[in-house]
């Protein structure tokens, strides 16, 4: 049986793209920069689950900027596949923490990449690599955005990913090293953080619900995504290094949806009309701001045979009442059209 290892374990990819290895039989070692206070709670159910799952499921502290301990890891833990997701992922954050962003996800991605290279050519093994790369790459470019499509990003955040996917390619040139990048659209979970837009807006309509708040500040109303379900997408990671041949690969749903309707869906299954709630806020707004993301999926389609599996709107009601039951409510229930009349 296989070994993964996963550096960002924590985060929502990394839990379920942990439970879905556990689920194909793999041994699995998640990396996670801090275990206590409560950092690791989506890992939750993983390690409360039976003695057999336990045993193939560790966890180490660590930090992918700290090369030794990177290598050491890779060592030890001898994993045929590994998966890059470890990185601050918010891009409003990376206007204000440029700095760390680019040096946890540029120069972190060179580390790992070169402690594997490393381990690869002391050990003779081979392990396939798969690096987290982002539609924030593509930026100004307009939809629909696929493999072709030139990459101009728009925020630090985006800058150092489009470094680290380049240094990924690099690696595979140079080395032969087995290395895929994925170029993965939004996709969120109930497990997403709560400062990612559909996250920021289940939970406070909610709260609102449950009349433990009033008002939701946000950006920028304007923009579309494309938002697909973290379950979905990382069962196309594991795909990617499934494949003869390492390749990059678009994964989206190729629906783009406005903040509106996410409002809509959310506040509508709380029973709540969003207007009376949402106030414009500049200070949630970016300094630039990435406008359209719709992506062409369509090579994952044909090589990998992925094809997403949860539309916006069950992703949006999973999450609206999750968050609801965490506060003890429940859904409202869609309400019935009402019957047309017929006229003469
Ligand atoms: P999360 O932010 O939920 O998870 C990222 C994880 O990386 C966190 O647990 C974080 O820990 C950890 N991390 C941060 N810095 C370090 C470090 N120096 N060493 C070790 N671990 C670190 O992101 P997602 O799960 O949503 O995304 C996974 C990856 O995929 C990220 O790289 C993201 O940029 C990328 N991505 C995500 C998309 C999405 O829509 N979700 C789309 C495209 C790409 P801590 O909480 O302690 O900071
Ligand atoms: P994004 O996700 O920047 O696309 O990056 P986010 O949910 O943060 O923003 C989506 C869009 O909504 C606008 N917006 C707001 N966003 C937040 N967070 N808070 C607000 O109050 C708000 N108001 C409006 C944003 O400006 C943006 O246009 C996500 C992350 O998961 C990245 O790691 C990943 O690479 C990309 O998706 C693909």
């Known amino acids: 049986m296989k070994t993964a290892l996963i550096t960002g374990v924590a985060g929502q990819d990394g839990s379920y793209l942990a439970e879905f290895l556990l689920e194909q039989g793999y041994t699995v070692h998640g990396l996670a920069r801090r275990i206590e206070g409560g950092a690791i709670w989506r890992l939750a159910p993983l390690l409360a689950e039976s003695d057999e799952t336990e045993r193939r499921f560790f966890l180490h502290e660590g930090d992918i900027l700290d090369a030794g301990f990177l290598r050491r890891l890779i060592d030890e833990t001898q994993p045929d596949e590994l998966y890059n997701l470890a990185g601050q992922s918010h891009v409003g954050l990376s206007f204000v923490q440029p700095a760390r962003t680019m040096a946890v996800i540029a120069t972190g991605t060179a580390m790992v990449l070169e402690a594997l290279h490393a381990h690869c050519r002391a050990s003779g093994r081979q392990v396939r690599f798969y690096q987290a790369g982002s539609s924030e790459m593509f930026g100004a470019s307009p939809p629909p955005q696929n493999e072709d499509t030139p990459f101009h990003p728009r925020s630090p955040y985006g800058v150092a990913k489009l470094a680290a996917h380049n240094a990924t390619a690099v690696y595979r040139d140079a080395y032969g090293l087995f290395a895929c990048n994925g170029i993965l659209f939004n996709h969120e979970s109930p497990r997403r953080g709560e400062n990612f837009v559909t996250r920021k807006v289940t939970l406070a309509a909610a709260r609102i619900a449950a009349g433990m708040q009033d008002r939701l500040a946000l950006g920028d109303l304007s923009v579309r995504r494309d938002w697909g379900h973290a379950a979905d997408y990382v069962r196309a990671m594991w795909l990617m290094l499934q494949q003869e041949e390492p390749e990059d690969f678009v994964i989206a749903t190729g629906q783009s949806h406005a903040i509106g309707e996410l409002l809509e869906i959310a506040f509508g299954q709380a029973g709540l009309d969003w207007r009376r709630h949402v106030v414009a806020d500049p200070a949630c707004r970016r300094p630039l701001e990435?406008?359209?993301?719709?992506?062409?999926?369509?090579?994952?389609?044909?090589?990998?045979?992925?094809?997403?599996?949860?539309?916006?709107?069950?992703?949006?009601?999973?999450?609206?009442?999750?968050?609801?039951a965490r506060l003890g409510l429940q859904p409202v229930q869609a309400a019935q059209p009402a019957p047309r009349l017929m006229t003469a």
């Open 290 to 324: 990435v406008d359209h993301l719709c992506g062409d999926a369509g090579k994952a389609a044909r090589l990998l045979g992925w094809r997403p599996t949860i539309g916006f709107e069950a992703l949006i009601a999973e999450m609206m009442e999750a968050d609801l």
